[in-house]
């Protein structure tokens, strides 16, 4: 179903087909040219410079047509991934994620970003990262992504959970199920970040599209009240955990 990577070897050849085709056409046009015995040499070389223009020009425009119709054919695989999901993440800390996944046009890669909730559901992170690919093995498609993340706690001055620290980088590995609709289950390496956990699981549920509509972004989601977070995460199937002992907190419902 996925698009699988070049691999070594096979995709290095394939890749410089064109160019041995060009040198191939303009060496033949070359002697064409030079046996004809019809042109002056500065007419030769103004002949082979816009020979080697047009053919530099008819190669880069197929390899953008080919290149057009290998986007067409990702995205159209890939977008059926495309929207807001919620998470349960395998830290104690920041047990509960809204997250979102989208193509972005500009930079032409897809984006995996969201903000981790703690079990009262404030804001306690966030993260943005970007598509490294699609890869295939025997387990089945792995969607490798890697970008930046930073903790986040109340500022009582700002009025509002606002990062701390530096940050750090992190590297998601979603696995994307056959059917767009069911679970998708990842593992997160946690680089850098103060009080770095390593690596942690997340399992990713679609949010229906009556509170997608509302979550269209990172501010969006750092919006939302402890409520909203809580009727996203219900509507979504996410498993709430337990209350610890002595925690007297209440999930808001």
Request: proline share 6%; charged share 20%; hydrophobic share 40%.
């Amino acid at each position: 179903m996925f698009e699988v990577f070049k691999r070594e070897g096979w995709g290095e050849l394939i890749g410089k087909i064109p160019t041995l085709v060009v040198l191939l056409i303009f060496e033949s046009i070359s002697g064409v040219i030079s046996d004809s015995h019809r042109f002056s040499k500065v007419a030769e070389y103004a002949l082979l410079l816009g020979c080697a223009i047009f053919l530099v020009f008819l190669v880069a425009l197929v390899e953008f047509i080919f290149s057009q119709i290998n986007a067409n054919r990702r995205d159209a695989k890939l977008k059926a991934f495309e929207g807001a999901w919620a998470q349960n993440v395998t830290i104690d800390q920041r047990p509960y994620s809204i997250a979102l996944i989208y193509y972005d046009s500009k930079l032409r890669r897809w984006v995996y970003t969201g903000v981790g909730f703690d079990p009262q559901l404030s804001p306690a992170s966030d993260w943005r990262t970007y598509s490294l690919g699609l890869e295939n093995d025997k387990d089945g498609p792995q969607w490798f992504f890697a970008g930046r993340a930073h903790l986040r706690a109340f500022n009582p001055k700002l009025g509002l959970h606002a990062r701390t620290g530096g940050g750090g980088n992190v590297m998601p590995m979603l696995r994307p199920p056959e059917n767009p609709k069911g679970l998708i289950d990842g593992d997160v390496a946690d680089i850098e970040v103060d009080g770095s956990h390593g690596s942690f699981h997340v399992t990713l549920r679609r949010v229906p599209a009556d509170e997608a509509g509302n979550i269209s972004s990172i501010d969006a989601i750092l919006d939302l009240k402890p409520a909203d977070v809580s009727r996203v995460l219900e509507k979504a199937k996410i498993h709430f955990l337990p209350p610890q002992p002595g925690d007297h907190t209440a999930l808001p419902h």
